[in-house]
């Protein structure tokens, strides 16, 4: 893992009803690493959970970072802790930036949709792809304007012409049509989503059902919704380089299983998000629960994210 980064909280306003913005800056005399549209840090919330944010914005100064928090009531600790507790001053520990959604170099046309606080990732990349007079066209759809972060700024930026607001209490004129906006896949077209997850299953079954491929397909899921584990069995993890051999139970999870055995395991999101623990499988058909792969991914069985998923056979055999 990555050495961690200290950076001092420069700014922190409201930016929308429950969401704050948050700019971070390096500590005196140090340099944060350059980040592209899409990417993402894990914040260390003081006394907290890990929790992923995009970072919003391409400044003309890169020595900043900025994330968008939105406040989620279920929060067990992470998004109302840095609301309540984090203040301006405040030095936090974050990750260098990952970039899991980054643009397709070569795309001729690319799609943007957000869905609420999924605007913080979309917002980078239309600004990049606007920087690069690449063609490309924002939706941004939320439940109320008071809800929307950046809707302002995004109204007088330079491609303004290429954004288009979608607010469910507005009129009906300017609805999401999904269909009318993915239209028919493209040779050269990507499409781009974040957002709530009923939103964004809605815009990739939507694409599916008009003929888009997985490959043209690209998404940034914040949180994984909530899983049924009440059918969940034990299964046995086989180590192929140590030989070991670990026992999951029914109410644990594989990594839990694994950390507890001694076996050294990189965590984060810790719900199938972020890809951090991703470990490669060489026999066996893991039941995959996480967000992060790709249908086509998941089909190939060769690795698994042992935070959230289990298996479908009595034992699988990784790569450890
Ligand atoms: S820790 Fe994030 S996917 Fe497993």
Known sequence: MDPLLQVRVAAKRPV?????????????????????????????????????????????????????????????????????????????????????????????????????????????????????????DLHYCGRSLS????????????????????????????QLQARRSIGRPAPGTHLYVCGPTGFMAHVLETARALGWDDAHLHREYFAAAPVDHSADGPFELALARSGAVVRVGADQ???????????????????????????????????HRDLYLTDAEHARNDCFMPCCSRSRTPRLVLDL
Do not use: W
């Open 16 to 136: 929308a009803d429950g969401i704050a913005a948050f700019e971070l800056a390096p500590l005196a005399g140090e340099r944060l690493p350059v980040f592209e549209a899409g990417a993402h840090i894990d914040v260390h919330v003081p006394d907290g959970p890990v929790r992923q944010y995009s970072l919003y914005d391409l400044p003309d100064d890169p020595q900043r970072y900025r994330i968008g928090v939105l406040r989620d009531p279920q929060s067990r600790g992470g998004s109302a802790k840095l609301l309540d507790a984090v203040q301006e001053g405040d030095v936090i520990s974050v990750s260098a930036p990952r970039n899991h959604f980054a643009l397709e170099r070569d795309a001729r046309h690319s799609i943007l949709f957000a869905g609420g606080i999924g605007i913080t990732p979309i917002l980078s990349m239309a600004q990049q792809l606007a920087r690069e007079q690449r063609s490309f």
């Open 147 to 174: 809800r929307m972060a950046f809707v302002e700024p995004l109204r007088r930026s330079g491609f303004a012409a290429q954004v288009h607001v979608h607010v469910d209490d507005g009129a009906a004129s300017q």
């Open 253 to 287: 999870s594989a990594a839990q299983a694994l950390l507890d055995a001694g076996v050294g395991l990189s965590l984060s999101c810790e719900q199938g998000v972020c890809g951090t623990c991703m470990t490669r499988v060489m026999d066996g058909v893991p039941d």
